[in-house]
């Protein structure tokens, strides 16, 4: 059996556990921000002095630690990149958006434990020389924004924020920002235009890299609700002691949201690549519903690429000699962390899975997601504008007695041509590969549903052709 490792959720679901200042001091809360402003300058080999910030910076690249929001990007790597020289503000914001579909395991912390995220924050920013930060909030989530609100000026009181924290000679501010519900506000360029005031058109890269050129054409880390938990839990316990947990570049543990068809949907935390995709279905979330079979399992929140049950994926391990074994792997034992799903052509994304069950329509279910991305599109590149909104009337056809045999065709020529560098930002990719891996693995039923609509038509129109003229319907969300 797998188990549950709670490193960020340890005292969340405790009962009498409460999101107060009091309760989290009780827990120990706080003392590793002060452990972190005590970390003296050291002198290196060389000779070389490195400051404290120099030091936690080091450690959590040496923790091997990759961010939360999605890309699994190595966070000490991305803090290297912040331009130290500018001579302008640095900036740090936390992206609190949480807005891919099956994702559910931010608001936890936020609602839960907001002082843990805080204090992360707290030292991330002293690790960066920030000393205004942005937390940035989906506009959906208003209890979040409240208890985050309520647990900053608590903070404040105690001289964990605001001037000359704790007699250290550093001086930070928080802000909450609220969203106002967009899926686009997620990405870090987007929620920077927002933050800014503006409509969140992401921004085109480069030069806009926000470590270079973020917030207020400043230097700017954006990271992820959790990632800035584990920072905490890092200065906390030491580079070498968190990289211990895990697996060997996927460190640490991850809160895996699931949900779909399974008996106990809910989020989980685990070291990172201990549990396989079965173990998550069925030893936590306490397998599918009685009398049903899985069908498909979205792996890291809607927009990563599907899997059909049964699926079998060649992995390359490291033997006992240091070389690399190629082993064939069903789906349901792929470890979940970030290197096996990539190498299983998919990503473990924002750590959200989605169950499908042999009792969906999977054309209903891929309409249902194309609607999203038509509805949440920016609208700033043509082919992910045009091209999610085409994909989503096809597929409304298709669900509404209107298809045609060649549908399956026609919605992959369409995701086709949207990601590939030909838009600004990375929902182009986000959009399509849902389209992609759902028709490529599911065609025949896709092709199915086009034949039987043809068809029946062809039946109630006698004498008509069985291939009516091209009408897309008018989906709902159509602007
Ligand atoms: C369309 C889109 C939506 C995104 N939504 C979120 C989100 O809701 N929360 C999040 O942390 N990252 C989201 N991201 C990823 C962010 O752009 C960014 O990479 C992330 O916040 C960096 O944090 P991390 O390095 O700690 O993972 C999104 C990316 C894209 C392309
Ligand atoms: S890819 Fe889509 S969401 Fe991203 S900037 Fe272009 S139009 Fe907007």
């Not at 989290?24 to 452990?35: A, P, S």
């Not at 992401?202 to 973020?214: D, E, Q, S, T, W």
């Not at 069950?357 to 609607?371: K, P």
């Not at 669900?399 to 838009?423: C, F, M, S, W």
Request: proline fraction near 5%; charged fraction near 25%.
């Amino acid at each position: 059996m797998a188990q549950e490792y709670r490193l960020i959720l340890k005292y969340a679901d405790e009962p009498g556990y409460t999101p107060d200042i009091d309760c989290y001091l009780r827990h120990g809360g706080y003392e590793t921000l002060k452990k972190a402003l005590a970390i003296a300058p050291k002198t290196v080999a060389d000779g070389k002095t490195v400051s404290g910030p120099e030091q936690i910076r080091d450690d959590v690249k040496l923790s091997g630690l990759r961010g939360r929001g999605g890309a699994g990007f190595s966070c000490g790597l991305k803090w290297s990149f912040v331009d130290r020289r500018s001579g302008k503000p640095i900036y740090l914001i936390c992206n609190a958006d949480e807005s891919e579909p099956g994702t559910f395991k931010d608001r936890q912390i936020l609602h839960k434990d907001p002082h843990q995220m805080i204090e992360g924050m707290i030292i991330s920013c002293y690790a960066n020389d920030v000393k205004l930060a942005y937390i940035y909030i989906r506009g959906e989530f208003p209890e979040g924004a409240r208890i985050l609100n309520r647990a900053l000026a608590e903070a404040r009181a105690k001289n964990f924020l605001g001037k000359n924290i704790l007699g250290s000679g550093y001086d930070l501010e928080i802000y909450v920002h609220r969203g106002a519900g967009a899926y686009i506000c997620g990405e870090e360029t987007g929620l920077i235009e927002s933050l800014e005031g503006k409509r969140a058109y992401p921004r085109i890269k480069p030069p806009y890299f926000p470590a270079v050129l973020g917030l207020y054409q400043c230097p700017t880390i954006v990271n992820n609700v959790e990632t800035l938990c584990n920072v905490k839990h890092i200065v906390a316990m030491g580079a070498s002691e968190f990289a211990k947990l895990g697996t060997p570049n996927n460190t640490g543990t991850r809160i895996v949201s699931i949900s779909g068809q399974v008996k106990k949907p809910g989020y989980y935390e685990v070291e990172v690549g201990k549990a396989t995709i079965g173990q998550l279905i069925n030893e936590f979330a306490g397998g599918l519903l009685d009398g049903r079979k899985l069908k498909a399992l979205i792996p890291g929140g809607s927009s990563s690429k599907v899997f059909k049950a049964g699926e079998k994926f060649k992995l390359k391990k490291k033997g006992p000699d240091g070389m690399d074994i190629e082993t064939e792997v069903e789906m349901l034992d792929l470890p979940y962390d970030f290197d096996s799903l990539m190498a299983a052509g998919t990503m473990s994304g924002s750590g959200a899975i989605i169950v499908i069950d042999d009792s969906t329509d999977i054309v209903e279910a891929l309409a249902n997601l194309g609607e999203f991305y038509a509805h949440e599109s920016c609208g700033q590149c043509t082919p992910c504008r045009e091209g999610s909104l085409w994909m989503s009337k096809v597929l409304h056809r298709l669900t509404h007695g209107e298809g045609r045999k060649q549908d399956a065709d026609y919605l992959v020529k369409i995701a086709d041509n949207i990601p590939g560098g030909r838009t600004i930002c990375a929902f182009g990719e986000a959009c399509s590969w849902p389209v992609q891996s759902f028709v490529a693995k599911f065609k025949d039923e896709f092709v199915a549903k086009g034949e039987a609509d043809e068809k029946r038509r062809a039946a109630q129109t006698s004498g008509a052709s069985a291939t009516p003229e091209l009408k897309i319907a008018a989906s709902p969300q159509s602007p």
